[in-house]
């Protein structure tokens, strides 16, 4: 079992920077490949950025790329995502999950954990 613990949301003006972590429990950390989603009301749970196990490769949206980076320490069991020039329509709850030696990242179903999310609103 793995528990999965967000934090670092909050409310930020456009163009401001928020960095999300994610505590892991468990002694097997390095073997799930890491993501976050998102979900705005009234949409679907969307991915937003994964990095795998192993030589950690990374993967983004497009609607994040070059502005959002996922980054993990496999020593203190935590994922980050560090959002940059953040914008309106990056307002969701942000969720951290886990997926023990999964390859498709972005797909929401493959993963095993999942955290309580952490909310994240952008004012224009």
């Known amino acids: 079992q793995v528990q999965l613990v967000e934090s670092g949301g909050g409310l930020v003006q456009a163009g401001g920077s928020l960095r999300l972590s994610c505590a892991a429990s468990?002694?097997?950390?390095?073997?799930?490949?890491m993501g976050w989603f998102r979900q705005a009301p009234g949409k679907e749970r969307e991915f937003v950025a994964a990095?795998?196990?192993?030589?950690?490769?990374?993967f983004y949206a497009d609607s994040v790329k070059g502005r959002f980076t996922i980054s993990r320490d496999n020593a203190k069991n935590t994922v980050y995502l560090q959002m940059n020039s953040l914008k309106p329509e990056d307002t969701a709850v942000y969720y951290c999950?886990?997926?023990?030696?999964?390859?498709?990242?972005?797909?929401?179903?493959?993963?095993?954990?999942w955290g309580q999310g952490t909310q994240v609103t952008v004012s224009s």
């Open positions: 999950a886990a997926g023990l030696y999964i390859t498709t990242l972005q797909v929401p179903g493959r993963y095993d954990y």
């Open positions: 468990g002694r097997t950390f390095s073997s799930y490949a």
């Open positions: 990095i795998s196990w192993g030589i950690s490769n990374t």
